[in-house]
């Protein structure tokens, strides 16, 4: 049981580049959110989902889509990075009906 | 709307010291509370909960207690070690009338606990 991966765990991007943060986790959850951890913001959410083929916005979802063909996986893209978008992002999951939500490591994201 | 305000850091304490870090909430309905814990490099991990009032979440000689009547989930450690240097993160979960809820965080305070 791996739990919440994420890759990458670092990348740098220049402006206007494109890229996709992988998000997968084994423990079968229905529920998987994107955050960014920005210093002295906490962490803010970026989209969520409640099931496969169902998403929606969060707190801060400008600048990136997700979608979410299969349970496990839950990737997140950057359509056209820009330096705003540097920052360290999350990728979560919790079972539907529970309020403790699982974790990933992180992938640590600079655009310069 | 909810929201999560912690005390000011970064905090910085000798080892075997006494620590308490200021969470305290708004919500319009019955949350339930946490304390996440992030060690250098790594992701969030989740340190204790209470999921109702006068509860008190512990764990690994961390404690909080759900206080209804101050809105307050203090952190608090008898003897802090050099190894708790983390950041730490208040935070609440809000049903809000669904099955999966809304999970709202404090800005994180930073412990650095020297020997």
């Known amino acids: 049981n791996a739990g919440v991966t994420q890759t990458p765990k670092f990348q740098v991007l220049k402006t206007g580049q494109s890229m996709t943060l992988q998000c997968a986790q084994d423990m079968n959850h229905e529920y998987m959110s994107w955050y960014r951890q920005d210093p002295g913001m906490g962490l803010r959410l970026i989209h969520y989902?409640?099931?496969?083929?169902?998403?929606d916005q969060g707190e801060v979802p400008n600048g990136y889509n997700v979608s979410r063909s299969t349970t496990e996986d839950f990737p997140l893209r950057l359509l056209s990075a820009a330096p705003s978008q540097t920052s360290v992002y999350f990728c979560a999951s919790k079972r539907g009906g529970t309020d403790t939500q699982y974790f990933g490591p992180g992938t640590r994201l600079t655009v310069l | 709307g909810n929201s999560v305000t912690q005390m000011e850091g970064p905090v910085t304490l000798s080892e075997e010291a006494f620590l308490t870090i200021n969470c305290t909430y708004t919500a319009t309905g019955y949350p339930s509370l946490f304390w996440y814990v992030q060690y250098p490099g790594e992701g969030l991990q989740l340190l204790l909960k209470a999921t109702k009032a006068d509860d008190k979440g512990s764990n690994k000689g961390f404690e909080a207690t759900y206080r209804k009547e101050t809105t307050s989930f203090h952190l608090e450690k008898g003897s802090v070690q050099v190894s708790d240097s983390a950041v730490y993160f208040c935070a609440l979960w809000d049903a809000g009338g669904t099955s999966y809820g809304k999970l709202t965080f404090g800005q994180g305070t930073i412990l650095t606990v020297h020997p």
């Open positions: 989902s409640v099931g496969a083929g169902i998403t």
